[in-house]
Nanobody
Framework: QVQLVESGGGLVQAGGSLRLSCAAS????????MGWYRQSPGKQRELVAA???????NYADSAKGRFTISRDGAKNTVYLQMNSLKAEDTAVYYC?????????WGQGTQVTVSS
């Protein structure tokens, strides 16, 4: 079982920046993928960005050019640097950890962008 603790959400004005962090603990596999998803009211949870243990990244079109995902393997922590934030980025952001046959979710952190 892997536990995830997120931090870094908050209220920011449009055009501003936030950095989300997600620390993983527990039975962490050497091969895994960590990512950020988001969900706003009335919408399905969607992928924002993901990064593999090997460093490969994947971004939603809405995140490309504005968000950067990175990870610190020694700390088992993944980060999401969000720049040029827009009102439509407002959502609860969830950290996700995936390894073969299992997945874990964080509790979510609210990001609110005021226009």
């Amino acid at each position: 079982q892997v536990q995830l603790v997120e931090s870094g959400g908050g209220l920011v004005q449009a055009g501003g920046s936030l950095r989300l962090s997600c620390a993983a603990s527990g039975s962490i596999a050497s091969i895994n993928v960590m990512g950020w998803y988001r969900q706003s009211p009335g919408k399905q949870r969607e992928l924002v960005a993901a990064i593999s243990s090997g460093g490969s990244t994947n971004y939603a079109d809405s995140a490309k050019g504005r968000f950067t995902i990175s990870r610190d393997g020694a700390k088992n922590t993944v980060y999401l640097q969000m720049n040029s934030l827009k009102a439509e980025d407002t959502a609860v952001y969830y950290c996700n950890y995936r390894q073969l046959a299992s997945s874990s979710w964080g509790q979510g952190t609210q990001v609110t962008v005021s226009s």
